[in-house]
């Protein structure tokens, strides 16, 4: 374990060390040319802004981060971020990530809202995201941003404790063909394409993406009935004429899993269609229009789908000073069960309608104020209210801080209101009388920029009080049945600190970021307390050199928990450290790499589930072709 430090040490070193030799082959303005596409978010106040105006916590995951990366899933992309708990997992519903933001992991987590251009992928009837069911592929994937704290008053419940929006590349109008394939341990093979160009009028993209893996091991290094075969489609079409824009989008994905604590394997079908369209009417004021349908299909199992319609107004006045969103949502969800419910009635109803404002006031040079407030009403929670409110001083030109105050409701799953289902001795019943959590976070924050803009400094204190938390109780039916009930029972207070520093050089980025938090409840449930590590620590970065060669390198550290499934199954996880490294050189229009991930270990746990995360070695190559087709 003496070797560990060092061995981190070094590569951080590395890192730092490549910063001013790559600097030398480039000026300062490639410098900040390089993070430009960072410097501007969406997802934040609904309108375009820098990442220095922004009222909340926020964080970008840029193209070129991704591509660096060479990650293989879309959780692992967020492993290494600030202030985000990432954990591989294999839960009894067949859940493959738990992806939360300051605290509070579990095996759907009720308060991270996850959009995928706009539009919720968050499932109402577990509460939470299936992460690989996700039907966006990575290749299509333009930037990632990242919401740490309560945005509910712009994006309804259940983004309590933060909003993901991943946010997928617009096609060119060039014509562009693409094709990739990746293999190596644990059985995996994945392949890829995607071709775009002009097509009907406007720029168009068809992709896919096929995947196939082993599953993890046991504690003994056995192989588990885990093995997973995936299918990923989408398309894409943009079309633009005078001020109107419209986006057309579809996908789906197609899996095939092996469940651990079953003999037989699972098929999952997941596929959406939206459409999406913007009419500009000039001075800083747009109106968007965005209308969805979801379907998602546990094969055997149940059926949740859903409609969302949205529209929402943006403009600016008062001289600039003034900047105003304003709108409203309806959404329809529909749960379908003989299993979870019951035979005689198993379709269950949520209906929402939720009306939102944003406004920001540019009071001076130096202080800006934002206020958002929304109503939302359901079947599932009534009308809740959300909140939030800043002030943000600039005392110095780069140097910003803010101080902010959010309120927001977690609504209850459909299946803690509903269920009513028997499973090997178990028997799950649900509560029509549960109620919202609430959550009430304050922040104090400071963001920097020195050496010319090339170092950016962030620390983020917090402090959430969250009440009516759902428990479950487990009890005992004779003669042999096993009783798990939902209610509202407990509530809890979550302090901590974020810290992190990223400097940007021409052809790369050094980065390290340190999060703090502790919990305490009035229950002394170790499933809340311990859930989230009290340390978390990474560092990294990538670089280019010699025109054709990268390499990227992420570190992370964290601190021991303890993790609890749905049926109270309670493992308590040692603290470990976790290293992915991705080597590449691009020859023409090919690149060769070779990935490596959690390579401090053979494996590790990080949930109970019976399995460990194995270490991964892959290798792979993309080409890519302009040009006619």
């Not at 009930?485 to 790369?508: I, S």
């Not at 470990?576 to 050189?585: A, I, M, T």
Request: proline share 4%; charged share 20%; aromatic share 10%.
């Amino acid at each position: 374990m003496r070797l560990v430090p060092k061995f981190l040490r070094m590569s951080l070193i590395a890192i730092l060390c490549a910063a001013p030799l790559v600097q030398a082959r480039a000026d300062t303005g490639d410098a900040l040319q390089f993070y430009e596409e960072e410097a501007q978010v969406t997802t934040a106040t609904r309108r375009p802004q820098s990442i220095s105006d922004s009222p909340v916590t926020v964080e970008v995951i840029t193209r070129e981060e991704i591509e660096a990366s060479g990650a293989v899933n879309l959780w692992d992309l967020m492993r290494f971020r600030v202030g985000m708990d990432v954990i591989d997992a294999r839960t009894a519903n067949s859940n493959r990530a738990i992806v939360s933001v300051r605290g509070f992991p579990e095996e759907f987590v009720d308060g991270l809202q996850v959009l995928v251009d706009g539009r919720s992928v968050y499932v109402p009837l577990t509460g939470g995201v299936f992460w690989q069911e996700i039907p966006v592929q990575i290749q299509d994937v333009q930037r990632i941003e990242i919401v740490r704290g309560p945005n509910a008053a712009l994006y309804g419940s259940n983004a309590a404790l933060g909003v993901v929006n991943i946010i997928t590349k617009r096609p060119e109008e060039d014509k562009k063909l693409s094709l990739s394939g990746i293999g190596g341990s644990q059985a995996f093979f994945q392949s890829a394409e995607s071709a775009e160009g002009s097509f009907m009028g406007g720029n168009g993209r068809i992709s896919h993406t096929y995947r196939t893996e082993d599953g993890f091991p046991d504690s003994n290094g056995n192989k588990t009935h885990d093995a997973m075969r995936s299918n990923k489609a989408n398309y894409r079409e943009d079309w633009k004429k005078d001020n109107l824009s419209l986006q057309v989008m579809a996908g789906g994905t197609w899996d095939d899993e092996g469940i651990i604590a079953s003999p037989d394997n699972q098929t999952f079908l997941n596929h959406f269609q939206m459409a999406k369209g913007t009419l500009d009417l000039g001075r800083n004021s747009a109106v968007e229009v965005t209308g969805s349908r979801s379907d998602f299909t546990p094969v055997g199992y149940d059926r949740e789908y859903q409609y969302d319609a949205e529209i929402l107004h943006r403009f600016g006045w008062g001289n600039g000073k003034l900047n105003t969103v304003y709108g409203g949502s309806f959404r329809n969800s529909i749960a379908e069960s003989p299993i979870l419910f019951t035979a005689l009635d198993p379709q269950r109803r949520n209906q929402t309608v939720r009306s939102y404002v944003n406004q920001s006031i540019h009071v001076s040079k130096k202080t800006d104020l934002n206020a958002a407030y929304s109503l939302e009403s359901s079947d599932s929670g009534d009308t809740q209210p959300a909140y939030q409110a800043s002030i943000m001083n600039r005392p110095f030109l780069n140097h910003a801080f803010r101080l902010s105050y959010s309120h927001a409701s977690i609504m209850p799953a459909m299946y803690a209101q509903y269920s009513d289902l028997f499973d090997n001795g178990i028997h799950i019943r649900g509560n029509r009388d549960i109620k919202p959590s609430q959550l009430s976070s304050y922040e104090v924050s400071y963001q920097g920029e020195v050496l010319d803009k090339k170092l950016q400094l962030e620390n983020n204190y917090f402090y959430m009080v969250k009440t009516d938390l759902q428990v479950t109780d487990t009890g005992f039916t004779p003669p042999s049945t096993v009783t798990i009930d939902f209610r509202n029972g407990n509530n809890a207070v979550a302090r901590g600190t974020e810290a992190k520093l990223t400097y940007h050089f021409p052809h790369g980025k050094a980065y390290a970021n340190y999060t703090f938090e502790t919990i305490s409840d009035n229950q002394e449930d170790v499933s809340v307390t311990r859930a989230t590590p009290k340390h978390k620590a990474n560092f990294g970065g990538f670089a280019r050199w010699r025109t054709d060669w990268s390499a990227n390198i992420d570190c992370g550290y964290k601190d021991g928990y303890t993790m609890t499934n749905l049926y109270n199954v309670r493992v308590d996880i040692p603290a470990y450290w976790r290293v992915d490294v991705k080597l590449s050189r691009t020859i023409g229009r090919y690149e060769l790499y070779i990935l490596g991930q959690n390579l401090m270990v053979s494996r590790h746990i990080e949930f109970p589930d019976a399995v460990e995360v194995p270490r991964q070695v892959l290798g792979g190559v993309s080409f890519k072709f302009r040009g006619s087709l």
